[in-house]
């Protein structure tokens, strides 16, 4: 296998040391042969990157439904103080006895559509995202923490209650989203996939029981990946979006799947990172931060059970998730780091970025305009690739969506 060898020397004002990784060139098939053209990672390298990762790591997907069913139960023009036109859609890949997913759709009321839109998953159900008493709150099993806490509870025996509206309203910026012309769409995870035990009970993966056998099942981060794509099979059907514009956006294991979905489906416009480290945009192969081996142990059910034989194995693999990049290439990019996010490798998310860049040029796009890990707070918005590493842990804040809003202003109007 030919490999690549990655320089991410810090300015040196930094004081910190220069480092060096080896990952697999993503430009050298597994034959061996040199990917030259763009019609030769079309035909021959992007299908078998796609093949390997199924296989390997995140599992095989079934066919998504042809006549998917979508029944819009909310439409309220006068959303959010008459800023948003509010649609709320229940999606049912299986028939109505099946799961259902809620699409929550915000529309921006000053611009005539059809408008981009930024879709993502949330971590606490749809109403999590903003105290509009007009959303649906979910019926899904919610995970109880800190931030769940409260008199009332916010959450109680795992099921949301109304003061669970708005809880996580502080990293989604619902209003500033719309005001910079795009609509935001998102689902909630544990309506697609069940994110704690009885794993696989729950969503599209007891929907598909047949894809959760063998080494290549359909895990969390398969079945968030597909779920996205049928929301943008669903939003494809609402004349108010431009669906292709759509920008994928996730933060941390939900921006792990977002990074398989924009690899997988080319039909996404571009990709926003937050903070996705391992199993996300950070290299494996520097062997800093959350490994394989941490990864599969603490959460079993993410990622195929054939990824569970790559532990220990980080800093030799013969892939790594440079290449799920790479397969977004040419479409915008946007990898988002925390400088206290230790165990998602903020420099790690930068080099792998760096290391997509020669399939971004290929392709007829840019790699990353930075040379060396850019300093804190000074974030790197290229033609095609967009990287940062701001201030503080792992959260989405103001700095992020300051940025990613800019990005996409510019890459998806
Ligand atoms: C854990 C896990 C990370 C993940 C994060 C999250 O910290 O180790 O890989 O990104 O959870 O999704 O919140």
């Known amino acids: 296998m030919k490999r690549m060898i990655l320089t991410t020397a810090l300015a040196a004002m930094t004081g910190l040391a220069t480092a060096q990784t080896t990952v697999p060139d993503p430009l050298v098939a597994q034959d061996g042969t ?10 021959k390298r992007r299908p078998e990157l796609l093949e390997f990762f199924a296989k390997n790591m995140y599992g095989r997907a079934p066919e998504r439904p042809k006549d998917l069913l979508v029944e819009v139960f909310d439409r309220d023009p006068h959303a959010l103080g008459d800023k948003a036109t509010r649609l709320q859609m229940a999606l049912y890949p299986g028939g109505k006895s099946g799961p259902r997913l809620d699409l929550l759709v915000y529309l921006p009321n000053q611009v005539k559509g059809p408008v981009p839109a930024v879709l993502g998953l949330n971590f606490w159900g749809n109403q999590a995202i903003h105290p509009d ?10 995970e109880e923490n800190r931030q769940t806490e409260g008199n009332p509870p916010k959450v109680q025996n795992h099921r949301a209650t109304e003061a669970s509206r708005g809880l996580n309203a502080k990293q989604w910026p619902v209003e500033r989203i719309l005001s910079h012309g795009f609509a935001l769409a998102t689902m909630y995870r544990e309506d697609v996939a069940p994110d704690h035990e009885p794993y696989f009970s729950t969503g599209l993966q007891a929907l598909y029981p047949e894809f959760q056998k063998g080494d290549e099942n359909f895990g969390c981060m398969g079945a968030w990946a597909w779920s996205l794509s049928l929301a943008l099979d669903a939003l494809e059907k609402e004349p108010a979006i431009d669906a292709k514009k759509v920008a994928l956006f996730g933060w941390s294991r939900l921006g792990k799947a977002a990074l398989w979905a924009g690899a997988r489906d080319e039909r996404f416009a571009a990709v926003i990172s937050n903070e996705s480290g391992a199993g996300g945009a950070k290299l494996f192969h520097r062997g800093v931060g959350e490994d394989i081996e941490r990864l599969n142990r603490v959460f079993p059910h993410w990622f195929a059970r054939s990824f ?21 290439a040419p479409r915008p990019l946007y990898v988002g780091s925390a400088i206290d996010d230790k165990s998602a490798d903020a420099e790690g998310e930068y080099a792998s970025v760096k290391a997509a860049g020669p399939v971004y040029k290929l392709l007829g796009g840019e790699p990353l305009p930075a040379e060396t890990w850019p300093a804190v707070d000074q974030a790197v918005l290229g033609k095609s690739l967009a990287y940062h590493v701001r201030t503080g842990k792992h959260d ?15 890459r998806l109007k």
């Open 34 to 43: 040199r990917i030259e053209t763009a019609a030769q990672w079309r035909e």
């Open 133 to 142: 008493p007009g959303i649906r709150i979910t019926e899904s099993w919610i």
């Open 308 to 328: 569970k034989p790559y532990a220990g194995k980080d800093t030799e693999l013969p892939f790594d998730q440079h290449l799920v990049l790479s397969l977004i």
């Open 396 to 410: 989405v804040l103001d700095f992020d969506w300051d940025h990613y809003l800019e990005f996409l202003d510019q």
